[in-house]
């Protein structure tokens, strides 16, 4: 089931050096929230600690609360991995794992976070995710050929089946169509319109038009001045944002005056 997240007062460091400053929100469940900015002002970073994908960098820490469903996912007693498990991430770049097939990538997450699946549940969670992905028709006849083999359109769709695979509660997109062409972004489009009646969705993307086409609400992201940390400006529904900025900034970068 779709969760909202609610963070309040979330600061974001790289050891001593402050990237993103007090940042506070609600992201609603079942809708798509864009998040837009300038290269290097922190939305990417600010993405990544929604499902603690940050901490991996070594020296990285977040202040702050951030709440999946009323629970801080960084509460001392919450695993990590759990927590990527009901915040699934697709990434800039389609990555399906290279040696594996369309099938087994798909399975890749189930099999990481649960015990042996039976064939019978291991083929429904493969037509399920795939179905759910709009690549079931594109693909079930050769699930066993590469992932790798499909156009780069299909390996991201491939990467979204194995997200939602694991059933998570928030899908995360960190510029998922920078890398393809205007057909295959289309089709990542569309399936996002289709996913969020599913799963919370938030993307971040350099694509104003992108933005207003496929969410609810954007969070305007920008630097106070060099060296300084990111910081939120603005957060709205996207008509809002794309019509009537309550920032002059927020306008100034939709507009294309800057960034």
């Known amino acids: 089931m779709a969760k909202s997240i609610d963070v309040s007062n979330v600061n ?81 770049r389609p990555n399906p794992f290279p040696t594996m097939s369309i099938y087994d990538n798909v399975l890749a997450g189930n099999r990481l976070n649960s015990k042996k699946l039976k064939k019978a549940d291991a083929d429904a969670i493969v037509e399920k995710a795939l179905t759910g992905a709009n690549l079931w028709n594109e693909v079930k006849d050769r699930l066993g050929k590469p992932g790798m083999g499909l156009s780069g359109g299909q390996q991201q769709r491939l990467c979204i089946a194995r997200a939602i695979a694991v059933e998570p ?23 996002i319109h289709e996913l969020k009646s599913d799963y919370t969705i938030v993307i971040v993307t350099h694509n104003m038009q992108q933005a207003a086409r496929v969410s609810e609400y954007t969070g305007f992201f920008n630097l106070k001045a060099a060296g300084q940390p990111g910081h939120l400006v603005e957060f709205n529904k996207t008509t809002k944002m794309f019509s009537t900025p309550e ?11 800057f960034g």
């Not at 290097?40 to 499902?51: A, E, P, Q, W, Y």
């Not at 469903?69 to 960084?74: A, K, M, S």
């Not at 920032?247 to 005056?257: F, K």
């Open 247 to 257: 920032q002059e900034s927020t306008e100034a970068y939709i507009s294309g005056r």
């Open 169 to 191: 509660q928030v899908l995360l997109m960190d510029e998922p169509c920078s890398a393809l062409d205007p057909i295959s972004t289309s089709a990542v489009e569309d399936l």
């Open 12 to 92: 974001i460091y790289y050891g001593d050096f402050k990237a993103v400053e007090d940042v506070s929100m609600t992201i609603k469940a079942r809708s798509v929230t864009a998040f837009i900015g300038p290269s290097g002002c922190g939305k990417s970073t600010f993405l990544r600690t929604l499902n603690r994908m940050h901490e991996v960098i070594p020296g990285a820490h977040v202040e702050g609360e951030v709440l999946l469903g009323g629970e801080d996912i960084y509460a001392a007693n919450v695993d990590p991995v759990q927590v990527r498990r009901r915040v699934g991430m697709v990434f800039q």
